[in-house]
């Protein structure tokens, strides 16, 4: 079965090769390429374009927080210069029951992006810079407003403890989920036979980026469809998934994972959707002592006598993470991203030296090296400049697992 995925992925391939040179020669056609945007930025209304659209009932929004000014949800598109995209999810935080979502919210609960902003970003979106791969690509830019990882489906209630004072009952849109699913029908609908495309996210987004992948390779079969998470390395408490699925109504690729997320690790998505793709490329990037990631794995953690959360004060979530905790998530980190390397030939991690958080909007994207003195947007470029695919071509070399030297004791 999986030599004969290698056969029909190297059909695909073909198929798309003949298609495209004939097309790009002068050949008939009756719908452009790629759409015809403004230079620049270009931010768009999903209710304005798809007044109709509806997923599970529930139309785009953002989270509606009681102190939230708009649940208005867009997003933002650029134009390139070649037929390949790149399709990027916003990070943000996240939340999961009334006191992250309402008391102390723990993530981004209104959209704030602007175009006057992404025209300031670094990193992937510098098209000033000649280093970046991605320079003269389409950009689909997903803000993120919902708390849910870009995987929810639901409406929650969530009413505050009454030992916090008065109570706030609030329900929040944790349509994440939503969202992508109107931002892809706009991407179906505009872009036709993309040469490739880079599906990636950074800290909440790069959750987003590896589960709403499989949507997005499924649509366009004939692409080579790759994507990499920006410090989104899945560390969780024992019991995340569940509750997260309790209030968000987690949305996953039901043919990868029939039995739902009671139980997945960020090791299991990956090694099971690179099996299901054996010829796309999946990859992770994180520093190896990651503040945030390790902020949130501490706000997760269960005291193991009542099960309750460690720390339910939201006044002591500041002092997080703990030293102890974040040799435990580095631990973790470090054994989720070799044994998913050592059973999945098409994924490759690069752990950066340091606690620093995201990289592929930072002018580090350009500088960071200390991995083996891998230069972090050469591994890159080579992951998404390769046409052979992950067993052979002239860059394979660099597009390797790398990791930065552990700190002397």
């Known amino acids: 079965m999986r030599y004969q995925k290698y056969l029909n992925a190297g059909l695909l391939i073909f198929v798309f090769l003949l298609i495209t040179s004939v097309s790009f020669a002068g050949g008939p056609t009756s719908k452009p390429f790629v759409p015809n945007l403004p230079q620049g930025w270009s931010e768009i209304d999903p209710a304005a374009v798809y007044p109709d659209f509806q997923y599970n009932g529930l139309t785009p929004a953002c989270s509606n927080c009681p102190s939230c000014t708009s649940d208005k949800f867009t997003f933002f598109a650029k134009r390139g210069t070649i037929n390949k995209l790149v399709i990027f999810f916003q990070g943000g935080g996240a939340c999961w029951d009334s006191m ?29 810079n000649p280093a970046n791969p991605f320079k003269d690509w389409y950009v689909v830019y997903l803000p993120y407003c919902t708390g849910d990882l870009f995987w929810g489906a639901n409406d929650q209630q969530y009413t505050t403890p009454s030992y916090l004072g008065p109570q706030i009952t609030a329900t929040i849109k944790h349509r994440g989920f939503v969202n992508f699913q109107a931002v892809l029908k706009w991407v179906k609908d505009n ?10 996210g950074s800290s909440a987004g790069g959750y987003g980026a590896i589960m709403d992948y499989p949507f997005i390779r499924e649509a366009f079969p004939l692409t080579r469809v790759y994507v990499l998470g920006d410090a989104a390395n899945g560390i969780t408490g024992d019991d995340f998934n569940n509750r997260a699925n309790a209030a968000w109504n987690v949305q996953l690729p039901a043919w990868i994972f029939p039995d739902g997320i009671s139980g997945l690790t960020a090791e299991d998505i990956y090694m ?10 999946l990859a992770q990037y994180t520093t190896a002592y990651d503040g945030t990631q390790c902020y949130f794995y501490n706000l997760q953690l269960d005291d193991p006598l009542t099960g309750l959360p460690y720390v339910k004060e939201p006044w002591l979530w500041p002092s997080f993470p703990s030293e102890e905790n974040v040799g435990v998530w580095n631990s973790k980190m470090l054994l989720y991203a070799k044994e998913t390397a050592s059973v999945a030939p098409n994924y490759r991690y690069y752990i950066a030296a340091g606690y620093d958080h995201t990289i592929l909007g930072s002018p580090e994207f350009y500088t960071e090296s ?23 071509g002239p860059l394979q070399g660099i597009w390797k697992n790398v990791e930065a030297p552990a700190p002397a004791q």
Do not use: H
């Open 191 to 200: 872009f036709r036979l993309p040469e490739e495309i880079f599906v990636s």
């Open 100 to 128: 992250n979502c309402l008391y102390y919210k723990t993530y981004n609960a209104q959209e704030t992006e602007t175009v006057a902003a992404l025209n300031n970003m670094n990193g992937i979106f510098d098209t000033t």
């Open 272 to 281: 099971n959707i690179s099996a299901e793709y054996p010829l796309m490329k």
């Open 370 to 392: 200390s991995a083996g003195g891998v230069y972090f947007y050469k591994w890159l470029t080579s992951m998404v400049d390769n046409p052979f695919g992950v067993f052979g």
